[in-house]
């Protein structure tokens, strides 16, 4: 398809495993964001990348939080010694800009990873 | 520093009516961009409107425009003629123009279309 795709879906862990969720963004796309979002909020900003490059990774709640994209076009967030907190969905979302910083692009969203920690 | 309010958790409309949900922000950015996103029960978040901070004119996407009140910092989504197929969570986001493309979001509106 054109869109966004993450994998997997549903993912169910137990407390102390560690998890990694995939992403691969619209063909072409430069930016590409994580976001967390807890149980009836809005989505929370993680982590950003240009191309391979991570620029923002101020959002990353612990350093048990990780991302890479290291070719500049599938990204992975692992997650390591699972915590019950750690329980939500996790939006992928990519947009594609020719120059840094065009703010009028929207960010196409992937339909989410639900994690569930037990 | 940038942050979203929606003030409305939750909406009943009727079938057909039009629908005003709510969006003030605040933020230091002298540009930046705003937007709706609509989540329906499955998860997707889809793009529905933009407007730009120097848009003259209020943004229109077929059944969705925006209600934009620079002065007032309010930037509220307008459906007309709502459906049944309406009925999600609606979510308001800013990001600045320039720079990090990261975008805030507030808590959302979930919306009810009654038949």
């Known amino acids: 398809g054109a869109g966004v795709s993450q994998s997997p879906r549903y993912k169910v862990a137990k407390r102390g495993q560690d998890v990694a969720l995939r992403c691969d963004p619209i063909?072409?796309?430069?930016?590409l964001f994580w976001y967390q979002q807890a149980l009836g909020q809005g989505p929370e900003f993680l982590t950003y990348?240009?191309?391979?490059?991570?620029?923002?990774k101020s959002g990353l709640p612990s350093d048990r939080f990780f991302a890479e994209r290291p070719e500049g076009s599938v990204s992975t967030l692992k997650i390591q010694r699972t915590q019950q907190e750690d329980s939500a969905v996790y939006l992928c979302?990519?947009?594609?800009?020719?120059?840094?910083?065009?703010?009028?692009?929207?960010?196409?969203f992937g339909d989410g990873t639900r994690l569930s920690i037990l | 520093a940038q942050k979203i309010t929606q003030t409305q958790p939750g909406m009943f409309v009727q079938e057909k009516e039009a629908v005003t949900l709510d969006c003030t922000y605040d933020?230091?950015?002298?540009?930046?961009?705003l937007f709706w996103y609509k989540q329906p029960s499955s998860g997707e978040m889809i793009f529905l409107i933009y407007?730009?901070?120097?848009?003259?004119q209020n943004a229109t996407e077929g059944r969705y425009s925006l209600n934009f009140q620079k002065a007032r910092k309010s930037a509220n989504l307008v459906i007309s003629a709502s459906q049944l197929g309406d009925s999600a969570m609606y979510f308001c986001?800013?990001?600045?123009?320039?720079?990090?493309?990261?975008?805030?979001f507030g808590t959302g509106t979930r919306l009810t279309i009654i038949p």
């Open positions: 979302a990519s947009t594609w800009d020719r120059q840094a910083g065009v703010g009028n692009q929207p960010q196409h």
């Open positions: 063909s072409g796309h430069v930016s």
């Open positions: 990348f240009q191309n391979e490059a991570q620029l923002d």
């Open positions: 933020t230091s950015d002298p540009s930046y961009g």
């Open positions: 407007q730009g901070s120097y848009d003259q």
């Open positions: 986001a800013m990001r600045p123009y320039f720079g990090n493309e990261k975008l805030t």
